[in-house]
């Protein structure tokens, strides 16, 4: 032992060395060699780490906690897995090893010429002949370790994070020996950015290899990287650094170091910088140029597209290069065409609104302005309206696009229209009144525009047509499932409509997340109350029990979650029998969901919901069949809810289990006596954004302000809660919307607190598990990200 070398400095260390540093330390070590700015540091090799286990006696106890393991059973996995890294922590490290580590964070205090440098101390993880595997980015990163016995401790928790719940999971489902697997710990320098951010050495939007994108903003990189700032954004010419678009951004707050107390803190830029600073532009022209140009030299040597990590000492004003990594979403890039929006210069535009559900329509105009009027849509016609409801459904499914006056991205129309693959354009604010009756339109919902006539904008664009199925679709969805990757993050997917789970059915979906009811209410028309006083309460039996049975059978055996009615006292009125219902001023937060399953007033109409989820699993044998109750607000409801389920035959045990959506601020304050009631939350991101920002979903005018995003700290801090509650109570934690399709760094965000599954509409399920499956990877290869490694 006293001959063995535990540290290899970066300048030492190439990319080939990813079985002795990891992915992480090979990749720091290869920039370092190109000569880029990368701030100095060493690693403890992965060797080490096999070492520390070996000196310990540890792998005869880790064994013996993983022998008869069900990796499938949640909790289990959870509790033995922080038994392991328990041990870990509280095992000594051999003293010749920290002696070295001691001495190399000193050698590299003299380097930086500090007495104790502040250090992020980071985990790299490697597998024995399997240089190229990634496993599920779980272990963590530590950012302003200062002094030699805190990173001492640091490296220890890095190796014990190696045995997180996801990460040993992943290795398990991967058929990875865990004893193969090593640890390397990096230790480097950190860089008090005054300014830092991600660059991109091609276009990642619109995939153009000619291009460099460059965001940026105040303080360090997490606030770019999480997501909570907009940053200011840089689009260059690739060839002459040419600045060809520009878009300063509103930064609000900004993540800064805590000096010598470590850690770190987010302050208003307001108050940090002056008001000034919030909304102007953070770079100039000159330091956007400098850095174009190291990352046109980093891309040179790598010979790829690269995305790299970016910040500039707030001392110094020196730029440094903190990771780069190949850009892994890229697609091929578009040819050049003649036939473009930008050459047709007699284009004209007729509305403009936000691009809801993505795709090119043309049609007719039919302009709807009352539920009477939806039977004159028919085939390939373009809806409008100013914001649809349930009752539209069967007018959409006819449309070949919708355009609406109102509404946000997380509007009706918007969730109907991506569930169904039709192009959707919400919040035009004058569309009824510019598109008239029987215009022949064009809807560009990619871009949010709608022009006049039957324009071809151009033959890379997916155009819509309402016949295209059959085996060419079904095909193409086998191979997607072939090709899909595999992730330690569940990938679920969102379904309304019963009816077409065939043409979704062989997606890469891990099951239904979310199968919403309302669908089936529609379809049936008449009010359950009003069916249960004319003796036809087997209507809505029957309907609901078939189409579960449909989705089910289907995806057998991946669980269906199905959500019970979530009607609103507004949409119900709208049913055969509905004048019953109270009026409400504002039925969004009135009676709904959990409240009204268990109010005299409709407990008899719940319960022939539930006589049809027990007839699912009963009369088919489809266990695979759960539920979900939305909008809660007290435990004492979830409590109420379940005794009523039970009594009619459906009791809460390991094969039939209860989630709920947390999507009410009580929820989150309750979170582990909620927890301790159900099996899983759902996180429903777009009502819980709503109600914790106080913005209406729907209102088009605060959604184009940006009041509307799951990405602001309340939310987020909101769904932290929700996953570590739930987790501290061993159940599961999923989120249904399409944030995590819309925003990577809210996906990253998500993956890194540890959320299990994320569910999705079915037009992202494919894009969003390749999304995950490169976050979990740069979890593992990315560096500077404060990775929180929390469990499954």
Known sequence: MENYNAIKWFEEIRKDDIPVVGGKGANLGELTSTGAPVPPGFCVIAETYARFIKENSLNTQISELLKDLDFEDTAALQQKTETIRSLIQKAPIPASIEKQIVEAYEKLADKVGLKDPDVAVRSSATAEDLPDASFAGQQDTYLHVIGAPSVVDHVRQCWASLWTARATYYRQKQNYDHFNVSLCAVVQKMVASEKSG????????????????????????????????????FILDKETLTELDVTIADKKVMIVDKEKAGGTVTVNVADYLGPAAVSSRCMSVEEVRRLAEAGKAIEAHYGVPMDIEWGQDRDTKKLYILQARPITTLKEEPAKKENTIMDQKTLTVLVRGLAASPGIAHGRVVRIDSLQEIARVKDGDVLVTGMTNPDMVPAMKKACAVVTDEGGRTCHAAIVSRELGIPCIVGSKNGTEILAEGMEITVDATRGVVYRGNVNLSSDQDIHSPVAEGAAAKQSAAAVAEAAPITGTKIYMNLGDASIIGKYS????????????????SHVGVHPMYLLRTGRGEVLINDMSEAITTVAQAIYPRPLVVRMSDFRTNEFRGLEGGEVEPEENNPMIGWRGVSRYISPAYEEGFRLECKAIKK??????????????PFVRTTWEVVRVKEIMASEGLVQNKSFKIWIMAEVPAVVFQAEEFARLVDGFSIGSNDLTQLVMGVDRDSGILNNMGYFDERDPSVKNAIKTLIHAAHKQGITCSICGQGPSLYPDFAEFLVREGI?????????????RRLVAGVEQRMILGGMRKVMGQEL
């Open 198 to 233: 991600v660059m991109f050495t091609a276009n990642p939007i619109t995939n153009e290899r000619g291009q460099l994108m460059i965001n940026a903003s105040w303080g360090l990189g997490e606030a770019v990287v999480s997501g909570s700032v907009s940053p200011d954004e």
């Open 616 to 629: 699912v699993r009963d009369e088919f044998g489809l266990i695979n069949v759960w539920v979900m109750l």
């Open 506 to 521: 062989r997606l890469p979906f891990d099951g239904i997340g979310l199968m919403r009811t309302e669908f089936i209410f």
């Open 756 to 768: 299990d599954s994320m569910s999705v509409n079915p037009d992202t399920v494919a894009y969003t």
